[in-house]
Structures are given as structure tokens and as C-alpha cells.
């Protein structure tokens, strides 16, 4: 049996959009701070722009925007060790199954780990079971490990796949409060939550007249895209064109950036549901999570129960600064000590074994003949998971694919232009 190539660990990222990427790479260096880490962009609508990159500022040894198949064809054990699928759920089970078929009669494979980029609030059977298979499923906390534990028991798939750990990018010094700068409420939004115009004017507005009431606080929204970018979800309704009918006031702003460099200078984080809300919590900064258009799975926000963060607008421009619960706080995975010690414990026991049984999806032919083959085929493979020569990856308009083509000649030198000031910390990172 051949041994794994001497020197670093080599870990391969496969990422979708921008929020997968960020998710995936810092996953990876969780694994191991000194790994070389390759990074595959998978080419569709939302694979991100050399700005989104920079911008996230995560470093990689080499970086490349690549078709599925392309992927399938240059992805095995000579050329990483550890596989990271940071993906939608659909195109986790797409890969699981096109390697599968990919490493078929090789002596050796790399480990493969998966799991969700944030907080699980929607399909959690659906997307649970397009991801078994993976060797590593990962829970971002205990609550979390527990539900997936539930759901792979529930259909007879082996759990021994999931191991308990956290968001990989919750870091950061620890709040405190600065008299030196005005007291600064970032509203974090999101591109899918909530989607109706109506709604988003309604939380912006609110924010906007939270700035006029409190004329000595700065009030920040902050962005996760520019027009025509797209990210994990798509955003039909941009806040950058619903404020400017608002006329708001100086002291409000619309901000870009890495949210990590966003919340050193936050006092207050408002959001409906982002992950925002978790690493503003893991830091001790005050966290609401809006209750102005109810508590619903719809939203994400029912995600909080229990977390003391609940809010509205009304009460925030009365001055209520909400106490978290220390124990949702721990049990959410916002508190955890030592959160990495259990995955990298079990991919060293799996790099360590003689020989790694085939990928196994809970989907095949044989159980879910209605279900699996549509999913293949949206990602370009057959149902015995080949690629299907000729497909082309479903791309947005010229302007877009204009940007892509940008991204495949320059991704890199972007790429390292943009993180060469926070390459340190995140391998700092990768050492707690």
C-alpha cells in the first residue's frame, strides 16, 4: 500500500460562492495552520470575484476556478490528502458520488469532510442526507451534532461520520467598550432573510431612523455583496438601492469589508439571523436578533430561542441592551473549549489507516432512482456519476461572465494582493 507523500499536510478546498470559501478555507486550517491549502472554485452562478476574495483576505498556496469535471479529473490522493467539500447540499452529494466513481481501483483516496457553512435553521433531514458519505460531517455544536445524530439514527446511515466542533471563524479580541469613538450599532444584513421589499425597507428604515433619534451613535449596515455579485444565496432585493430613497442621515453609512475588522469597532450588532450574531456573541459583544417580523423558521431567527438576543427596533432605540444566556451560549457552540481537538483527532486517525473504504452516499440508484439522477445531472454527471461531456456550468448574464473571465486570468494575483495583512492571524487561528 503506498504511503501518503512526505511533508505538509495537503488539503484541497472545493468551494461554491464566497461565504463556502471562507467556511472551507478556515475549516482547513483548523485542520492543520501549516497545511498547504489548494483552493477549487466551482464554476456557476455564484463563484466569487477576485473582490469578494480579497475581502474575505483568507491566504492559499494556489488557487483555480474549475468545472466539475475538471475537478473529479485532477482530485485524488496525488494531489491532496484531506478534501474539504464546502458546498450546497446538492453538490456535495453530486461530488461525493462523481469521486466516488472517479477513485474506483486507486490504491489510496484523501479524507473527505463536509458540513454547513452556518447555522443549520432549514431542511436539516434534506440536507443532512446529500452529505452522507463524507468521511467527517461536521456539527457546529453540541446542539447541532445531537439533531444530525437524530437524523442519520432515524434512516439506519452510520453516524460515526460527525464530529462536534464549531464555526471556524469565530475568533477576535474579546469586546470592550471605547470612549474615544462615537458608540457604533452595525446592522448586519443578509442576502436571502427576508426577501420581500416591503420587509427590507421596513428593517432599514428602522435603522435609519435609529440613527436620526441617536444623532451621537454611528449606525453601520453591512453589506455582503455589491450589485451584480452574487454569494451562497442570491439577493433580489439589494439594500444599496433601497436606501437611497430613504434620505438618510450622515451618521449612517453602508460598509463592505471583512465582518471580523467590522465588529472591532462595534458596540451593538443587530441582525434577523446571520451567522454575524454568533461571532459577535463569541467576542462578548451586546447582539440582537429582530423580532419585527416575528420569531419564524422562515427567517432563521427561531434559531435564537433561549439566547436572551431577542429585540426590536423600538426597544433598541429606548436603550435596551439584551443579556446573553451563557448556557445557550456553550450549548450553540459560541463558548466551546477546545472545539477542533475531535476533528483533528479523527482525520488523523483516518490518514493513519492502511486503507479507506470507498465513499458510501446514503442516495444511490437503488434507494432514491426518482431523486439522486436529477441531481447529477444538474452538476453534469451521469447517474452512474461520469461527467457528461459538453455540460456547461449554469452561468448568470454577459456582465457576470465578463467578471468570470476576470477571475480565471487573475484570481490569484487578487487573491494575494488582498490577505497578505491577515495571513498571520488566521494561522493564529488555526492554533486554538
Same mark, same amino acid.
Given at each position: 500500500?503506498?504511503?501518503?507523500?512526505?511533508?505538509?499536510?495537503?488539503?484541497?478546498?472545493?468551494?461554491?460562492?464566497?461565504?463556502?470559501?471562507?467556511?472551507?478555507?478556515?475549516?482547513?486550517?483548523?485542520?492543520?495552520?501549516?497545511?498547504?491549502?489548494?483552493?477549487?472554485?466551482?464554476?456557476?452562478?455564484?463563484?466569487?470575484?477576485?473582490?469578494?476574495?480579497?475581502?474575505?483576505?483568507?491566504?492559499?498556496?494556489?488557487?483555480?476556478?474549475?468545472?466539475?469535471?475538471?475537478?473529479?479529473?485532477?482530485?485524488?490522493?496525488?494531489?491532496?490528502?484531506?478534501?474539504?467539500?464546502?458546498?450546497?447540499?446538492?453538490?456535495?452529494?453530486?461530488?461525493?458520488?462523481?469521486?466516488?466513481?472517479?477513485?474506483?481501483?486507486? *490504491? @489510496? %483516496?484523501?479524507?473527505? /469532510?463536509?458540513?454547513? &457553512? $452556518?447555522?443549520?435553521?432549514?431542511?436539516?433531514?434534506?440536507?443532512? +442526507?446529500?452529505?452522507?458519505?463524507?468521511?467527517?460531517?461536521?456539527?457546529?455544536?453540541?446542539?447541532? *451534532? @445531537? %439533531?444530525?445524530?437524530? /437524523?442519520?439514527?432515524? &434512516? $439506519?446511515?452510520?453516524?460515526?461520520?460527525?464530529?462536534?466542533?464549531? +464555526?471556524?471563524?469565530?475568533?477576535?479580541?474579546?469586546?470592550?467598550?471605547?470612549?474615544?469613538?462615537?458608540?457604533?450599532?452595525?446592522?448586519? /444584513?443578509?442576502?436571502? &432573510?427576508?426577501?420581500?421589499?416591503?420587509?427590507?425597507?421596513?428593517?432599514?428604515?428602522?435603522?435609519?431612523?435609529?440613527?436620526?433619534?441617536?444623532?451621537?451613535?454611528?449606525?453601520?449596515?453591512?453589506?455582503?455583496?455589491?450589485?451584480?455579485?452574487?454569494?451562497?444565496?442570491?439577493?433580489?432585493?439589494?439594500?444599496?438601492?433601497?436606501?437611497?430613497?430613504?434620505?438618510?442621515?450622515?451618521?449612517?453609512?453602508?460598509?463592505?469589508?471583512?465582518?471580523?475588522?467590522?465588529?472591532?469597532?462595534?458596540?451593538?450588532?443587530?441582525?434577523?439571523?446571520?451567522?454575524?450574531?454568533?461571532?459577535?456573541?463569541?467576542?462578548?459583544?451586546?447582539?440582537?436578533?429582530?423580532?419585527?417580523?416575528?420569531?419564524?423558521?422562515?427567517?432563521?431567527?427561531?434559531?435564537?430561542?433561549?439566547?436572551?438576543?431577542?429585540?426590536?427596533?423600538?426597544?433598541?432605540?429606548?436603550?435596551?441592551?439584551?443579556?446573553?444566556?451563557?448556557?445557550?451560549?456553550?450549548?450553540?457552540?459560541?463558548?466551546?473549549?477546545?472545539?477542533?481537538?475531535?476533528?483533528?483527532?479523527?482525520?488523523?486517525?483516518?490518514?493513519?489507516?492502511?486503507?479507506?473504504?470507498?465513499?458510501?452516499?446514503?442516495?444511490?440508484?437503488?434507494?432514491?432512482?426518482?431523486?439522486?439522477?436529477?441531481?447529477?445531472?444538474?452538476?453534469?454527471?451521469?447517474?452512474?456519476?461520469?461527467?457528461?461531456?459538453?455540460?456547461?456550468?449554469?452561468?448568470?448574464?454577459?456582465?457576470?461572465?465578463?467578471?468570470?473571465?476576470?477571475?480565471?486570468?487573475?484570481?490569484?494575483?487578487?487573491?494575494?494582493?488582498?490577505?497578505?495583512?491577515?495571513?498571520?492571524?488566521?494561522?493564529r487561528w488555526g492554533q486554538l
Amino acid at each position: 500500500m503506498p504511503e501518503r507523500t512526505p511533508g505538509p499536510l495537503r488539503i484541497t478546498v472545493i468551494a461554491d460562492s464566497d461565504t463556502r470559501w471562507k467556511w472551507g478555507a478556515l475549516t482547513a486550517r483548523r485542520i492543520d495552520p501549516d497545511a498547504r491549502l489548494d483552493a477549487r472554485l466551482l464554476r456557476g452562478r455564484a463563484t466569487p470575484t477576485p473582490r469578494q476574495l480579497a475581502e474575505l483576505g483568507i491566504p492559499a498556496d494556489s488557487m483555480a476556478e474549475s468545472t466539475a469535471a475538471e475537478i473529479l479529473a485532477r482530485t485524488h490522493a496525488g494531489t491532496c490528502d484531506v478534501l474539504v467539500l464546502s458546498c450546497v447540499g446538492g453538490t456535495v452529494q453530486a461530488l461525493l458520488h462523481g469521486l466516488s466513481r472517479a477513485w474506483e481501483g486507486r *490504491a @489510496r %483516496r484523501p479524507v473527505v /469532510v463536509t458540513g454547513y &457553512v $452556518g447555522v443549520v435553521y432549514e431542511k436539516l433531514a434534506d440536507g443532512l +442526507l446529500l452529505r452522507a458519505g463524507a468521511d467527517v460531517v461536521l456539527a457546529n455544536s453540541a446542539d447541532d *451534532a @445531537r %439533531r444530525f445524530r437524530d /437524523v442519520y439514527d432515524g &434512516v $439506519g446511515h452510520p453516524a460515526g461520520a460527525i464530529v462536534e466542533t464549531a +464555526l471556524p471563524f469565530l475568533g477576535g479580541d474579546p469586546y470592550r467598550a471605547d470612549d474615544s469613538r462615537p458608540f457604533t450599532v452595525t446592522f448586519a /444584513v443578509q442576502p436571502s &432573510v427576508p426577501d420581500s421589499r416591503a420587509d427590507r425597507l421596513h428593517l432599514l428604515r428602522r435603522a435609519v431612523e435609529h440613527a436620526r433619534l441617536h444623532p451621537s451613535r454611528e449606525v453601520l449596515v453591512k453589506l455582503r455583496s455589491k450589485p451584480g455579485e452574487h454569494t451562497t444565496h442570491i439577493e433580489e432585493q439589494p439594500y444599496q438601492k433601497l436606501v437611497a430613497a430613504l434620505d438618510p442621515p450622515a451618521s449612517l453609512r453602508l460598509v463592505y469589508g471583512n465582518m471580523a475588522e467590522v465588529l472591532d469597532r462595534t458596540d451593538l450588532l443587530v441582525t434577523v439571523s446571520s451567522t454575524a450574531a454568533l461571532e459577535s456573541l463569541h467576542r462578548g459583544i451586546p447582539t440582537v436578533v429582530l423580532t419585527d417580523l416575528g420569531i419564524r423558521e422562515s427567517l432563521g431567527n427561531h434559531h435564537f430561542l433561549g439566547s436572551g438576543c431577542y429585540a426590536s427596533w423600538d426597544e433598541l432605540d429606548d436603550g435596551r441592551l439584551p443579556r446573553v444566556s451563557q448556557e445557550w451560549t456553550a450549548e450553540h457552540g459560541v463558548a466551546s473549549s477546545a472545539p477542533y481537538a475531535a476533528l483533528r483527532g479523527r482525520v488523523r486517525a483516518l490518514l493513519d489507516l492502511p486503507e479507506l473504504p470507498a465513499l458510501s452516499p446514503y442516495y444511490t440508484l437503488r434507494t432514491a432512482p426518482g431523486y439522486l439522477p436529477g441531481i447529477l445531472a444538474r452538476h453534469g454527471l451521469t447517474p452512474k456519476g461520469e461527467p457528461i461531456d459538453g455540460f456547461t456550468p449554469r452561468e448568470a448574464g454577459p456582465v457576470r461572465q465578463a467578471v468570470r473571465e476576470f477571475v480565471r486570468n487573475s484570481a490569484r494575483t487578487a487573491y494575494r494582493q488582498g490577505v497578505q495583512r491577515v495571513a498571520p492571524t488566521i494561522r493564529r487561528w488555526g492554533q486554538l
